[in-house]
């Protein structure tokens, strides 16, 4: 019957001798697809008869008399066929400039691409041996009607069982039918994830059409749960495959690695989600959300891949790589921000990787900024040392030519700058934790530069006092640059005040030490001229005190080539300690004075004094308190009774109110030793310790005599 209803067909096909020339064509087409297909249902009942020669499934029929349901569906296909045409005909004729295809939103609306499953169902399903050859064969549209009619096979055994005795082979059966689904969800499974790369929109859509149809059979017969997991998994998988794909050169064999592979890591992803945008969407149901759920599985893959590839970083051009990708190039316009992406990405979520991961990343960078900043500082003090030290180069000075100064500084600064300007362009967060890092590290650098500094410039006090004074221009030089350090970074104290507060204490211990190793130096030239003062020797000569002045004149020019703070507290310290020393010398008894000597001492140390005064005030310093000491005690040498002396006593004991009862004896004892020959009975001591308790603790902070020993 269904030969001769072809034939019919055909027949009919031959006599449109009126109908226009595209409607010849397309009968001819329906009369071609007619062929084919028998041809094609002759040749799968062979095939399948000799793979189960004793399937009792096979067609014993000949072999060109299709089946009833095989005739059922072809007749039904060639109606679809018939209207299709029909309303072709007549939307062709509405407007001839109108394209027949639909729009990509409508596709799924379209009667042209849905899949009439319940219709197709056969009666009686093919064995399990036939389907599971057909799901190997790839024909998954015969494979799945097969098993729709077996699951309503099983539901009527299963309604018939109720009311007989339980079947034995029912539960094998849906055994059976539960692996055919398997196997068919695997099939399916593949098809997706494959379909990054290349599978016909046709067998993508009739996967979704499957997907979509057993998500709504959960419970019956062969129903499974999360076909649309296994759907996005599959999505998932297939991003996987073509993201982790993309060429990744060794460390050894290409520098720059990190960044190329990144780069071409960026460029796949916009060719994926485009082809997504353009062909994918078009084979799912709307609901299906595909552009959503394949930008998710990029987003997921991409933190999977960044963080394998985060063990593999070991240097800091690679972890900026890594952090310019994923904070800015992965939301730019060159991947997510593409043009050609809009407007489907705008409609997503705003998408960033995780805070966490991100923190993983900038401390990788960190890690790695702090080795090289440290590497970095070394290579500044070698620098130093090949350049400066060891061949004896004479220290710059600044532009304006007024004072000492190193490169140390400016080679520090540019080196922070341009750490924290790198950071910055990735983002603020970033550019604080290196600058952080930055200080922390620079807080080792100070004691790990006098360590160095302090060997190589040693040698230099053991030669000449061209040498000696090359030592003192250096350590002038590099208080100047520490110093001008600190001003360079006090920019960043809003950023990182705790960091920066602790790299200026060292800095300042630094300084100091600097300053106290220069006044100690003079301290050691000046040792053989002072212990000649206060003696008949310097009594009748000044040459030992002029070679104290010279020294002090020499380091006065130390101080106006080193800037301030440093050099005032430089010349207060050497103004102290000139004083200091002098009036040690007095108190140590060395020498007294007889009859008219001690007016001759007297003179002497108010000249003295005077030339001390007026070099001092010259170079700035700020203990103007210390003046008045050379005056008082020449007065009180120079006088000829007890009264007087006594007389002097309170503005000495207020000025100086550390002075002790020992120390004005020996002052008492260099103008005439006979005056103290009975110290305990003498007026002048029993009226100072009287002035002694009642001065109570006043000018107490200024220490002077308690510090002579």
């Known amino acids: 019957m269904a030969e001769n209803e072809e034939n019919k067909c055909q027949e009919n096909i031959s006599q449109k001798s009126l109908i226009s020339e595209n409607e010849t064509g397309i009968w001819k087409t329906i009369a071609q697809t007619l062929s084919i297909r028998r041809e094609k249902n002759k040749k799968r009942e062979k095939e399948v008869c000799e793979t189960e020669d004793t399937s009792p499934t096979c067609s014993t029929e000949p072999p060109d008399t299709p089946s009833p349901r095989k005739e059922e569906g072809i007749f039904r296909n060639l109606s679809a066929l018939r209207r299709s045409l029909n309303n072709g005909q007549k939307n062709r004729r509405k407007s001839n400039q109108e394209s027949t295809e639909k729009p990509v939103t409508d596709r799924w609306n379209s009667k042209d691409f849905k899949i009439p499953f319940r219709q197709n169902i056969p009666p009686k399903p093919l064995s399990v041996l036939e389907i599971h050859e057909l799901l190997k064969r790839g024909d998954l549209e015969t494979a799945y009607l097969n098993l729709l009619s077996l699951r309503l096979e099983i539901q009527h055994d299963l309604k018939a069982q109720s009311e007989k005795t339980p079947s034995v082979e029912l539960p094998n059966k849906e055994k059976d039918l539960s692996m055919l689904f398997e196997t068919l969800r695997m099939k399916l499974i593949d098809i997706v994830r494959r379909s990054c790369d290349s599978t016909s929109s046709e067998l993508l859509m009739l996967a979704a059409h499957i997907i979509q149809e057993e998500e709504k059979q959960e419970g019956d017969p062969g129903g499974m749960r999360g076909w649309m997991d296994a759907w996005k998994a599959a999505v998932k998988d297939g991003v996987t495959e073509t993201l982790k794909g993309v060429h990744l050169d060794s460390c050894e064999d290409n520098a720059s690695w990190l960044a190329v592979h990144l780069g071409l890591l960026g460029k796949v992803i916009v060719e994926l989600l485009e082809k997504v945008k353009t062909e994918l969407v078009t084979s799912y149901p709307p609901s299906f959300h595909v552009f959503d759920t394949y930008v998710s599985s990029c987003h997921e893959v991409v933190e999977e891949h960044l963080s394998e590839l985060l063990g593999k970083v070991t240097e800091l051009k690679d972890s900026y790589a890594m952090l310019d990708f994923a904070i800015n190039s992965y939301h730019s316009e060159n991947i997510l921000g593409s043009p050609s992406l809009q407007p489907e990405m705008n409609e997503q979520k705003t ?3 995780p805070d966490d991961f991100l923190d993983q990343i900038r401390k990788k960078y960190c890690n790695c900024l702090q080795e090289g900043l440290q590497a970095s500082l070394e290579n500044v003090i070698k620098l130093e040392e090949e350049e400066v030290w060891k061949k004896k180069e004479t220290p710059e000075r600044t532009e304006d030519g007024r004072f000492l100064t190193s490169h140390i500084h400016m080679n520090i600064s540019t080196l922070i700058a341009s750490l924290v300007k790198d950071s910055e362009n990735i983002d603020e967060i970033l550019k604080i934790r290196v600058l952080c890092c930055c200080l922390e590290e620079l807080k080792q650098f100070p004691k790990r530069f006098e360590e ?7 040698s230099l006090l053991e030669s000449d006092l061209l040498d000696c004074c090359l030592w003192a221009e250096y350590h002038v030089a590099y208080i100047n640059s520490f110093s001008s350090l600190i001003e360079q970074l006090e920019s960043h104290r809003g950023s990182c005040s705790d960091h920066l507060e602790q790299l200026v204490t060292e800095v300042d211990g630094l300084i100091l030490r600097l300053r ?15 212990e000649s003062l206060m003696t008949r020797k310097w009594l009748n000569t000044d040459d030992d005190f002029n070679e104290i002045i010279n020294r002090i004149e020499t380091y006065s020019g ?24 002098y009036i040690s010398e007095l108190l140590k008894s060395k020498y007294s004075c007889k009859g008219k000597k001690n007016d001759l001492a007297a003179a002497k140390i108010k000249d003295q ?36 002396i ?15 009862e020992k120390q004005l004896s020996a002052i008492l004892c260099f103008r005439d030793k006979g005056i103290m020959a009975y110290p305990k009975t003498s007026s002048v001591i029993r009226y100072f310790i ?11 902070e200024r220490t002077f005599f308690s510090n002579i020993k």
């Not at 160095?452 to 040693?458: I, L, M, P, R």
């Not at 004094?609 to 005030?617: A, P, T, Y």
């Not at 009287?690 to 107490?700: I, M, P, R, T, V």
């Open 351 to 353: 998408l960033t990787l």
């Open 516 to 530: 106290q190793a220069v006044l100690e130096q003079f301290r050691v030239e000046t040792k053989p001229f002072k």
């Open 452 to 458: 160095e500094f302090t060997k190589q410039s040693s």
């Open 609 to 644: 004094w005077d030339q001390l005064r007026k070099l001092f005030s010259e170079m700035g310093s700020t203990l103007n308190w210390l003046h008045p000491l050379g005056d008082q005690l020449t007065e009180i040498i120079e006088q000829e009774n007890e009264k007087d």
């Open 690 to 700: 009287e002035l002694k308790q009642n001065s109570g603790k006043q000018n107490d």
């Open 646 to 660: 006594k007389n002097l006593l309170p503005a000495l004991v207020n000025n100086y109110p550390d002075i002790s």
């Open 558 to 581: 130390h101080s106006k080539s080193m800037k301030s703070p440093p050099a005032q507290s430089f010349t207060n310290d050497l103004h102290y300690h000139v004083v200091k020393e």
